[in-house]
């Protein structure tokens, strides 16, 4: 089971799985056209990500799953880990 904590929410996830997935490194403007979000929020989302190590920036505005994000998924961390 996924850790819950305060400060993410269903859009992280489905950011999170569709890296996971697609295995690809991604801007936010095409996390948000494949998730049907608008660029903005996913770059917010993403940040935050970021900070927690969930994501990691490959180059200027690409990112890519961490080991982290992949260890969130598979429900492998605390949530006291992601505070």
């Not at 890296?19 to 903005?40: C, F, G, H, Q, W």
């Not at 917010?44 to 994501?55: H, M, N, P, Q, Y």
């Not at 961490?66 to 006291?80: K, N, P």
């Amino acid at each position: 089971m996924r850790p819950r904590v305060e400060w993410m929410n269903q859009t992280d996830d489905r950011v999170l799985e569709l890296l996971a997935e697609s295995d690809l490194i991604l801007t936010p403007a095409v996390i948000a056209k494949n998730l049907e979000y608008t660029r903005n929020w996913v770059s917010r989302r993403i940040g935050k990500l970021d900070d927690a190590g969930l994501v990691e920036q490959v180059d200027s505005g690409y990112y890519r799953i961490s080991d982290r994000g992949r260890a969130y998924l598979g429900g492998e961390l605390d949530a006291e880990n992601l505070e």
